[in-house]
C-alpha cells in the first residue's frame, strides 16, 4: 500500500509540475504580453468576458490571470470594471484542460514527448516555449493515467472508503474539502482532474464529486486575495469581486446539486467526463447569469468595498 500511496503521490507531483511547465510555454509563446492584450481588449464587459476565456485557455491559470488583473487596476493601467469582465471569463477558461483530458490520446504522447524534446533542445529559440508546453501537456496527461492506477488499491481500505464516502454524501463537507485543496494546490485544475480519477474508479458518487469540484473554484481565490494584499483598494475590490462571485455560485449551486446531478449524468454516461462538464456547465451557467448585469455588480463592490478618497 505505501508503493501505491508514493507513487499516487509522485503522480500528483509531476501533474502539477506538468501544467505549471504547460503554462510557462504558453505564457512564453505570448511573450509577456499577456498584460498589453488584456488591456486593448477589454473595453466592455462582453469582450472583457471573451478576452479572459481566452487567455485563461491559453495561459491554463484563472489563478495567474485573475492577478495579472489585481496588479493592472493597482497600478492604474485597467479600471476594475473592464477587471470584473475578464475574472468571469477565467472561470469559463479554466474548464479546458479537464475536458481535453478526457479524450483518449495514449497514442499521441510519446509522439508528443520527443517532438518537445527534439524542439527544446534545438538552437531555434522560438521553438521552446512550443515544445515546453507539449511536454506539459504529455507529463499532465501520463501522470493522469499514472495517478488512476496507483489510487485503484485505495479502494480496497475501510478508512479511505470511509473517508471518500463521508465526503462525497456530504455536499458541504465535499464542497469545502475542494476549497482547502484547491488553496494548497493553487490550481482548481489539478482537484478537478483528481477528482474526475476518483469519480471514475468508482470511489466518490458523483454528486460528492460535483460539489468537490465546486468547491475548487472558491479555493483559486487565495491567490487573487494574496496578490491583491498591501495594493490599492480597487485592487482588493477586484479580489473581492472574484471571491463574491464563486462563493455565491457555489452557495447557490448546493441546494440544487441534487437535480443538477441528475442532469448531468443524463448528458453522458462517462464518470469522469460527467465531472469535467460539471465543471464547465457551472462556471459558463455563473458567466451567463452575471454577463448582463457586470456593471451593476461592479458598482456593488465598489458600494461594498469602496476606494479611499486619494484612489478616487
Known amino acids: ?43 466592455t464587459p ?92 504529455s507529463c499532465i496527461y501520463i501522470a493522469l493515467q499514472a495517478f488512476s492506477t496507483a489510487s485503484t488499491p485505495f479502494a480496497e481500505e475501510d478508512w479511505f472508503a470511509r473517508f471518500l464516502l463521508f465526503a462525497g454524501q456530504s455536499s458541504l463537507v465535499a464542497a469545502l474539502f475542494g476549497a482547502v485543496a484547491s488553496a494548497i494546490f493553487q490550481s482548481s485544475t489539478a482537484i478537478t482532474v483528481m477528482t474526475m480519477t476518483f469519480a471514475a474508479e468508482g470511489l466518490i458518487p458523483l454528486s460528492g464529486s460535483i460539489a468537490i469540484v465546486l468547491g475548487a473554484n472558491v479555493g483559486t481565490c487565495v491567490t487573487s486575495v494574496v496578490a491583491a494584499m498591501g495594493q490599492r483598494r480597487e485592487a482588493g475590490q477586484v479580489a473581492l469581486a472574484h471571491v463574491i462571485l464563486n462563493v455565491a455560485g457555489v452557495l447557490a449551486a448546493l441546494p440544487l446539486l441534487h437535480l443538477f446531478t441528475h442532469f448531468v449524468a443524463a448528458l453522458e454516461n462517462d464518470p469522469s467526463r460527467q465531472v469535467a462538464d460539471a465543471h464547465t456547465l457551472f462556471n459558463v451557467l455563473s458567466t451567463l447569469v452575471l454577463w448582463p448585469v457586470v456593471n451593476l455588480y461592479a458598482r456593488f463592490i465598489q458600494w461594498l468595498y469602496p476606494a479611499s478618497r486619494e484612489e478616487a
Do not use: E, H
Request: aromatic share 6%; with cysteine.
Open 46 to 137: 462582453t469582450r472583457g468576458i471573451l478576452t479572459g476565456t481566452f487567455v485563461t485557455m491559453l495561459t491554463q491559470s484563472s489563478s495567474a490571470v485573475t492577478a495579472i488583473c489585481v496588479s493592472m487596476v493597482s497600478s492604474g493601467t485597467m479600471i476594475f470594471r473592464d477587471a470584473v469582465g475578464v475574472v468571469l471569463g477565467a472561470n469559463v477558461g479554466s474548464t479546458i484542460t479537464p475536458q481535453i483530458l478526457t479524450l483518449n490520446l495514449w497514442g499521441l504522447m510519446i509522439p508528443f514527448l520527443i517532438l518537445g524534446g527534439v524542439g527544446y533542445f534545438s538552437r531555434k529559440a522560438s521553438l521552446r516555449s512550443p515544445s515546453l508546453a507539449i511536454i506539459g501537456f
Open 1 to 43: 500500500m505505501w508503493v501505491n500511496a508514493i507513487a499516487a503521490v509522485s503522480s500528483m507531483v509531476v501533474f502539477v509540475l506538468g501544467l505549471k511547465v504547460m503554462r510557462d510555454g504558453l505564457d512564453g509563446m505570448a511573450s509577456g504580453r499577456l498584460p498589453s492584450i488584456l488591456k486593448r481588449l477589454v473595453r
